[in-house]
């Protein structure tokens, strides 16, 4: 019954070892009772074909997931473990059932309804001033709340894999599909999302579909759905994780934890941190798994560890951090992982800005970001607005207390550590976790990103790594259709090879050969010819880019097509389904290079599944064609304004004139 999913022994049922058991025979005679009734159900004596059409439609229609989150909770509830749902469409139905928010609410700049479409149910049943209106929504907000906080107590990681596609969408509401003929079914990824992340669990959005999306492995008969599935499954089945998880940061005397960053990281906090810096528990931790704090100076200062004197070469006082993590294994054990790290203080500013880590601090920015969506009054123009202040801040600084001061007032100043920071922020602002919905004058355009897109965003922004912070929000351009003579070959850095270090093991993880990849370009529209072909990696997918001038012949030797259609821009052919990368020694090399930059910088296959939030697909855009994707790769190239963000340069005569201001 999807309204009251009973305890795992209440509606389990033993069937004996063998079809000759008495339990066997016990339960079939239970199934015969109900033949009677089901003939009836289905014969549709009393009801016209029409009706029958309609009931069997609602049928397809309903899921009954908030049920089969509880099934899986009640049943790991005793040993701990990892749950996975596989699903089409947010639970709908019985209990937990979500209802269509976004039927109902008018995308807008600044709406206060689009806020609430990207905020979990979890986080709206707890603040009083949206009491009103969420009477509906308030059993499924309580009921995932209460199930997120089940699994964490008992150390249940919930996963959730959505295959949903994202072209065409049969929509219940005539109103809201003449309006949005394209959208795709609302599937509430914020409240779902908010689960998995209580949880430590992974959101799987499997967003594209056969219609669009290339196949890229070699083996032969699968369906780009079925390797995007399989591929999924996998990564949680191989990975090496710890269960049971508690972390915890230590500080020397003068420094101090202030809070872990964003404010709702990934697991559970416990402790008020006051006397001590607050515990972080989670159901689970992958090699991936990365934690952010934020660290403030304590009253007294900074013990001095060199009791005046100097120890090598160092005569400044060392201010230390250990953070502990104690897991259990796979095979049962319980294990410690302690680290120590001392670090030098200075009085210089200049060494501050000297030693600055661009991937920390863009992934400070990125987390300080989704911390002023969630909390009580934020909202996605309070985050555009602070990142770009602390970007003015940091290098106001630089330009105060250092010798960037005697540099002439016209001049903008980077250290050179963070020559990418301007870059970095003006990106942040117009990623999908930040920029707006509508171009700037428009009410009645499809919204892009929708409300699931950007809590999609928002849930992986919470959990960025300092080596994916900066790509996430500038993606890599890369040209294909002219590559180099070695590019997509597989080849051995020649200087590894002389190395003579014994550790066999080390000389083996970096001995592993690596695939050239073709040279990198910026994002723009004035980088793509109509001509050529190219890829985009925004490590969440990878776009195959080609031009409306390129051959068919040319783009053939990369793909191998399994049906053909008429274009909706122009009489020439486009693929329609069946995608995969051909058998030709371009198709070799693309898949060479896709392969390389799923792994990244990984030593070795185990890594690799880990080195990226998901396994990012390979989406097919015809410019200028009518492809699905078209609009959303003029979204990805952010080096050009847009209605109502500026070019870089212009943003960078935006960050000096506001630099100028504060020193």
Not at 127 to 135: E, L, P, Q, T, Y
Not at 144 to 170: F, H, M, Q
Not at 500 to 510: L, Q
């Amino acid at each position: 019954d999807p309204f009251c999913p009973l305890p795992l022994n209440s509606w389990s049922y033993n069937v004996g070892n063998g079809l000759e058991s008495k339990e066997w025979h016990r339960f079939c005679r239970v199934l015969d009772s109900f033949t009677e009734l089901m003939e009836q159900l289905l014969s549709g004596n009393s009801h016209s074909n029409q009706q029958q059409q309609q009931q069997q439609n609602d049928i397809w229609t309903r899921n009954c997931g908030g049920a089969a989150l509880v099934a899986l909770s009640d049943a790991l509830e005793e040993s701990g473990g990892r749950g996975t749902l596989i699903t089409t469409r947010r639970p709908n139905y019985g209990i937990g059932a979500l209802r269509d928010r976004e039927a109902v609410t008018n995308y807008g700049i600044g709406s206060v309804a689009e806020q609430k479409l990207f905020t979990p149910l979890q986080h709206l049943v707890q603040r009083s001033n949206d009491a009103v209106g969420m009477v509906k929504d308030k059993p499924a907000g309580l009921f995932y709340k209460k199930l997120g906080e089940d699994c964490a107590k008992n150390r249940v990681c919930l996963d959730i894999v959505v295959t949903s596609s994202s072209v065409s969408v049969p929509s219940t509401d005539p109103k809201q599909l003449k309006r949005n003929a394209n959208m795709r079914e609302f599937l509430d990824v914020a409240t779902l999302g908010e689960l998995c992340r209580v949880t430590c669990g992974h959101f799987k959005w499997l967003r594209v579909g056969n219609e669009c999306g290339v196949a890229v492995n070699d083996n032969s008969g699968d369906t780009f759905t079925a390797e995007q599935l399989r591929e999924e499954l996998k990564r949680s089945a191989l990975a090496y994780t710890g269960s049971d998880v508690v972390f915890k940061l230590r500080c020397s005397n003068g420094v101090q934890v202030k809070s872990y960053s964003p404010t709702l990281p990934v697991g559970n906090l416990v402790g008020d941190g006051i006397v001590n810096s607050a515990e972080l528990e989670l159901s689970s931790m992958h090699p991936g798994t990365s934690i952010a704090v934020v660290l403030e100076h304590k009253i007294g200062g900074v013990v001095d560890t060199m009791n005046g004197g100097s120890r090598k070469g160092i005569d400044m006082p060392m201010v230390f951090f250990q953070s502990a993590v104690l897991y259990t294994t796979k095979t049962g054990q319980r294990r410690v992982r302690v680290s120590t790290l001392g670090l030098p203080t200075t009085k210089v500013p200049a060494d501050i800005f000297r030693s600055a880590d661009l991937g920390a601090i863009s992934t400070i920015f990125t987390r300080g970001a989704v911390s002023d969506i969630e909390r009580d009054g934020g909202s996605l123009r309070l985050a555009r607005e602070n990142v770009f202040k602390k970007c003015v801040s940091i290098l106001a600084s630089y330009r105060s207390h250092t010798t960037a001061r005697t540099s002439p007032s016209g001049q903008l100043v980077l250290p050179e550590s963070l020559q990418l920071l301007p870059l970095f922020c003006l990106s942040l602002r117009k990623s999908r976790m930040l920029r707006h919905s509508l171009p700037k004058g428009v009410t009645s355009a499809k919204p892009f990103p929708t409300a699931d897109e950007r809590a999609y965003h928002i849930f992986y922004g919470r959990m960025v790594s300092p080596n994916m912070s900066l790509q996430c929000v500038h993606p890599h351009l890369f040209k294909v259709s002219d590559m180099r003579t070695r590019d997509g070959h597989w080849i051995t850095p020649p200087v590894l090879q002389e190395n003579k270090v014994d550790e066999a093991n080390v000389i083996a993880a970096s001995m592993r050969p690596v695939c050239q990849l073709p040279k990198t370009m910026n994002p723009s529209i004035a980088c793509l010819d109509e001509s050529g072909m190219y890829l985009l990696d925004d490590r969440f997918s990878f776009y195959l880019f080609i031009g409306r001038d390129v051959p068919d012949e040319k783009w053939q030797n990369l793909l191998a097509v399994g049906g053909v259609g008429s274009s909706r821009a122009r009489g020439s052919s486009v693929p329609v389904g069946g995608l995969s990368l051909a058998d030709t020694e371009s198709a070799h090399k693309l898949r060479s290079i896709i392969h390389q930059l799923r792994m990244l910088n990984s030593p070795n296959e185990t890594l690799g599944l880990t080195a990226r939030n998901t396994y990012a697909p390979l989406i097919l855009v015809f410019v200028g064609r009518g492809s699905v994707f078209e609009e959303e790769m003029d979204s990805l190239l952010v080096d050009d304004p847009d209605t109502h963000e500026r070019s870089y340069v212009d943003f960078l005569c935006d960050i000096h004139r506001s630099v100028r201001e504060q020193s």
